[in-house]
């Protein structure tokens, strides 16, 4: 499609502007999933459990989110173009694909690469397109603990514990996309480190 959130680079010619669009997440994947842990009185383990030992450690629950999503689209600018253009980026080598991965493989040092692109030629915009290469995917596991203490007929304690994350799987940001700057192909930050809540709540 002609993408959106990036001027047209050619006002005279706008296939100059066809292109993954901004929010173009190719793949996205996410499921949940609720098990009810088998200890306890009826269930398969621990049914002979004494009441005090099956209160505090039978009928626990789990419930979960994953989610797998890839990259989203970038585009490679420079800021040393000649003439007037409404944004200025870089020569592809010929041969070459800018979001292949490096030689020595995708990582923070070095995402893509670098060397498959050089200085636009002299009075021109350079001749890469918008949004064709892409930064890291995520992949995420949000999980909850929790159980339900019940003291009288239409009153109960519900206890929970929730992690986000919980793998404290690094989700890298995007790297560098200008090449004028010395990280250029380098991702800085990263974000969504673990975190963990609990709580109780009170039905009546």
């Known amino acids: 499609p002609l993408s959106t ?3 047209v680079f050619d006002p005279r010619n706008y296939a100059s502007g066809y292109a993954n669009a901004q929010w173009d997440i190719r793949h996205s ?15 398969a383990l621990g049914t002979s459990w ?3 030992l099956n209160k505090v450690l039978g009928g626990w629950m789990t419930n979960g989110i994953v989610t797998i999503r890839t990259g989203s689209p970038l585009t490679i600018g420079f800021n040393g173009c000649q003439g007037v253009w409404n944004s ?26 670098t060397s498959a692109v050089t200085n636009p030629a002299p009075l021109t915009g350079g001749n890469i397109g918008a949004f064709n290469i892409r930064g890291p995917g995520t992949s995420t596991l949000d999980f909850s603990l929790f159980k339900i203490f019940r003291f009288a007929e239409h009153k109960d304690l519900e206890f ?43 039905h009546f």
């Open 88 to 113: 200025c980026r870089v020569d592809v080598v010929p041969g070459q694909d800018p979001n292949s991965a490096p030689s020595g493989g995708r990582g923070p040092n070095l995402w893509f690469n």
């Open 5 to 7: 959130g990036y001027a």
């Open 50 to 52: 004494a009441p005090t």
């Open 160 to 202: 929970r514990a929730e992690a986000f994350n919980m793998p404290n799987k690094t989700q890298l940001g995007n790297p560098d996309t200008s090449k004028q700057n010395a990280t250029f192909g380098v991702i800085t930050g990263s974000s969504n480190n673990r975190s963990m809540q609990m709580a109780l709540r009170l």
């Open 29 to 43: 994947f996410t499921t949940g999933f609720t098990w009810e842990l088998p200890f306890g009185r009826g269930k």
